[in-house]
């Protein structure tokens, strides 16, 4: 019998390792296709490598003002690489690679917690690697993927942590956990409210041992944040004013964001949840298997297409800035802009340059209208079968396993957090993905479903996502060319360069530069004699053109180098 059950085990113990890598090797594939091995920043992550500079060659830590977050935990694990393999770009996005792939591992652990099956664990994985804030944000040094990965391993040491047969002292390195993600960004300070809540709504029968665990986790972040808070005013010394601006809402933008922002995201919800919402969610809603859920759908569809129709109907007269919900807002989805389909150019983005940020020529770079309405037409149904599965299985999460109450919980939280901004973009929404997918897989976790429509939807997000990153990292690359050829061949300056934000921001950031001169772009550009674009631009003509791959035809393949007149 021993013999018989420890080859069970063994069994299980393959399977799991089958399925992690598996995931991995999927992660390791898109790597192989959108190759981001190009030697330049990306979006904000200059900022970030400036300081990791700074900070491994002269042991000084000094923030910029674009810096907002407290980042030291990422500045450490940065300049980790840096003093081992020297500065690079590159070096720093591949310490963040490094990450994702943990993040994947630890968030397949957190799903087996919860009990969901090997199979759906690993359909949550590919869910997560396939969400184009996750994987276009794994191949920068942007603070999205560090943040996300100290939230999942705090969750699921802390969860632990509860269980009865756990010791007390694993709520240790769960505060850590916890530490270090408040020392990412100020933000995960909502992790021991979502522990407090979590324990709240659970019928634990050992309450005090619970508490005692999450008063032990909830110390180090509570701690960690005010002695960044002391160290930044007494020992940093002198910031920039800037940094100090918290971009709180107003009371009336407050009360339409409280509005809007859940509506926005269980759109975003989904979609991107797409290989669960659709098999397990629209599907058995559709067949009214069960008629409280089905009502409840039906009831969010109204709401969902009603704010879909205000948003997208030009006929109804509203003002597009009556619209807006953020920066680079659309009346379509994808509603947020910046890291997915910004101002409704195609794929991953953003494309930071004069033509398409400031003139709006944006001609070169979109995608048909239709593709918007297509994508508005299918999240508003996903979006509320998400709403139906979740009313479905809300009354079993109270005797839920400590996991999944945490993990709603701190997703609520994380979506209640941009209602008191005045702005926000669409990749802040991240964490908000694998915690509400722990729930939902929760949720379904005995539910069947079409494996070959699951996988299909998987297929299809996936190359979406792919195709996006893979023609960022091209433009991105023929950009960089097309500045050695600038400075290297035709006697170019760097100053006299528009080069777009990340090049202007990585060579010249000044926080104290002032308004942009005349009609230079506002990222930090000193003469504009050449400008890098994808579109002609009036008083300038075209130098040289730096072709590259596009990854869907009609979007734009080439970068102008522009001379003025």
């Known amino acids: 019998m021993?013999?018989?059950?420890?080859?069970?085990?063994?069994?299980?113990?393959?399977?799991?390792?089958?399925?992690?890598?598996?995931?991995?090797?999927?992660?390791?594939?898109?790597?192989?296709?959108?190759?981001?091995?190009?030697?330049?920043?990306?979006?904000?992550?200059?900022?970030?490598?400036k300081t990791v500079k700074t900070y491994a060659e002269t042991g000084k830590i000094q923030f910029t003002s674009w810096v907002r977050m407290t980042f030291i935990a990422q500045m450490y694990y940065g300049a980790a690489f840096v003093r081992a393999f020297g500065f690079s770009h590159l070096i720093l996005r591949i310490s963040t690679m490094i990450l994702a792939?943990?993040?994947?591992?630890?968030?397949?652990?957190?799903?087996r917690t919860a009990g969901i099956s090997v199979w759906n664990s690993v359909l949550g994985s590919i869910c997560l690697l396939a969400n184009p804030f996750f994987l276009g944000n794994s191949f920068t040094f942007m603070s999205e993927i560090p943040y996300l990965f100290w939230i999942l391993v705090a969750t699921l040491l802390y969860s632990r942590s509860c269980e009865g047969d756990a010791p007390l002292w694993l709520a240790l390195p769960a505060g850590m956990a916890a530490s270090a993600a408040v020392l990412v960004r100020q933000t995960a300070i909502l992790l021991p409210v979502a522990a407090v809540l979590s324990v709240m709504m659970s019928k634990h029968t050992r309450r005090a041992r619970v508490w005692a665990s999450t008063l032990v986790f909830s110390l180090f972040p509570l701690?960690?944040?005010?002695?960044?808070?002391?160290?930044?005013?007494?020992?940093?010394?002198?910031?920039?004013?800037?940094?100090?601006?918290?971009?709180?809402?107003?009371?009336?933008?407050?009360?339409?964001?409280?509005?809007?922002?859940?509506?926005?995201?269980?759109?975003?919800?989904?979609?991107?949840?797409?290989?669960?919402?659709?098999?397990?969610?629209?599907?058995?809603?559709?067949?009214?298997?069960?008629k409280g859920p089905a009502a409840v759908g039906f009831v969010a569809l109204g709401v969902l297409s009603l704010y879909a129709v205000l948003k997208g109907a030009t006929w109804l007269g509203i003002p597009d800035r009556w619209k807006e919900l953020s920066f680079f807002s659309a009346n379509l989805m994808p509603y947020l802009g910046n890291s997915w389909f910004d101002l409704q150019t195609f794929g991953q983005g953003p494309y930071i340059l004069k033509d398409v940020i400031v003139l709006r020529q944006l001609s070169a770079v979109t995608c048909p209208a239709w593709v918007f309405w297509v994508m508005t037409a299918l999240s508003a149904p996903l979006g509320a079968a998400f709403i139906a599965v979740l009313w479905k299985g809300f009354p079993g999460v109270w005797k839920a396993p400590t996991i999944v109450r945490f993990s709603g919980v701190?997703?609520?939280?994380?979506?209640?957090?941009?209602?008191?901004?005045?702005?926000?973009?669409?990749?802040?929404?991240?964490?908000?993905?694998?915690l509400a997918l722990l729930l939902l897989l929760f949720i379904v976790r005995e539910s069947r479903a079409s494996r070959i429509l699951t996988g299909l939807c998987a297929v299809l997000l996936s190359v979406v996502t792919v195709a996006g990153v893979f023609h960022y990292h091209r433009w991105n690359e023929a950009r960089w060319r097309a500045i050695d050829f600038l400075t290297k061949e035709a006697g170019a300056r760097p100053y006299q360069i528009d080069g777009g934000f990340e090049y202007n921001g990585w060579m010249f950031f000044d926080d104290y530069f002032g308004p942009p001169k005349g009609d230079n772009s506002w990222w930090w550009v000193h003469d504009d004699k050449y400008i890098l674009a994808f579109s002609d631009i009036e008083g300038y003509r075209v130098l040289k053109r730096f072709p590259f791959r596009a990854a869907v035809p009609g979007i734009a393949n080439e970068m102008l180098v522009l001379e003025r007149d």
């Open 2 to 49: 021993r013999g018989i059950g420890d080859m069970h085990l063994m069994g299980k113990k393959k399977e799991l390792a089958l399925a992690i890598v598996l995931v991995l090797s999927l992660y390791c594939l898109s790597i192989a296709i959108v190759r981001p091995f190009g030697e330049f920043p990306l979006n904000d992550d200059w900022s970030y490598a």
């Open 410 to 434: 701190a997703a609520l939280l994380h979506i209640g957090l941009l209602v008191f901004q005045d702005f926000y973009l669409d990749r802040n929404l991240l964490p908000v993905f694998p």
């Open 223 to 290: 701690a960690s944040l005010f002695a960044f808070e002391v160290w930044l005013h007494v020992v940093h010394g002198p910031i920039p004013a800037t940094w100090q601006t918290r971009h709180l809402a107003s009371f009336a933008l407050m009360c339409r964001h409280l509005i809007e922002m859940p509506i926005v995201s269980v759109f975003y919800l989904g979609l991107l949840l797409i290989p669960v919402t659709l098999p397990f969610g629209l599907v058995p809603l559709l067949r009214r298997r069960d």
């Open 101 to 111: 792939a943990f993040t994947l591992v630890i968030f397949f652990a957190m799903l």
